[in-house]
């Protein structure tokens, strides 16, 4: 029986190496890019719209120029469509509402995809009302104008709309960094949350 058994190990050990062998190896020739989706995207923890200025004494603390923070959660489907592994070197895109940018994205990351399969990556990352507003200020007033808006309507209509799923968010300008073996290519991707 134990002859048998390591016999049956023995097999299944040389059957894993000759296929692992008779895989394709990657190339600029074989390579199929991934496809890059955005599965989900969710606010894990809402604490409302605030704000409020260093004129306010705080109960505790000194005062400052603090605003809501705003967690936002990204879960992707990367689809490795290649007969080999890939590694994903890297994620970046920049979280945008109504044309506006709030927040840049950089995982750096590393992830094994398998071959011929579908793996998921979460990107985390959290802006507060007074990051964007100091953003909005700067880039965006005369655009905000344009459209007949505050500072201060704009970010509570993205707070509460991003919060409430129903303001769609636009992840632009967004590059995956894929390696395997020899292959490296970046993947311009633009991504809308329905």
Known sequence: MKK???FLIIFMCLGLVSAYAMAPKPSVKNF???VVTLELFEVPQYDGFWYYSNKNEPTK???DNRGAPLPMSFLFAIENPNPYPLSLEGLKFTVTADGFD???VNNDDTYLIPA???DYVRVTTMITARSALLSLMVTGGFQL???GMTPWEALEKWWTGLAGYTQPVVLKGGTAIFNAGEVSKVLPFELTSS
């Open 116 to 118: 011929k399969s579908t």
């Open 145 to 147: 104008q344009e459209q």
């Open 32 to 34: 199929v890019d991934p």
């Open 61 to 63: 603390g000194t005062a």
């Open 4 to 6: 048998l058994t390591w």
């Open 102 to 104: 709030l927040v840049t």
